[in-house]
């Protein structure tokens, strides 16, 4: 599946700077990219690294 088959989605918080990354989740690894380089295609995780991710995203902003 390329990143272009993907239904990406960013934050709603991110402003229109294009400064962001954006998300598209399958069941099978979830894939992020900039926005500024979307052309670049996208970085895949497995659900495991995934929410290893969001789990030490979210601490750190605590």
Do not use: H, I
């Amino acid at each position: 599946m390329s990143s272009v088959d993907l239904e990406f989605r960013k934050s709603s918080y991110s402003g229109s700077s294009g400064n962001c990354l954006e998300v598209a989740d399958t069941p099978a690894f979830s894939a992020v990219r900039d926005t500024q380089n979307r052309e670049l295609g996208a970085l895949t995780y497995g659900p495991a690294e995934w929410r290893a991710f969001l789990r030490t995203t979210k601490s750190d902003l605590r």
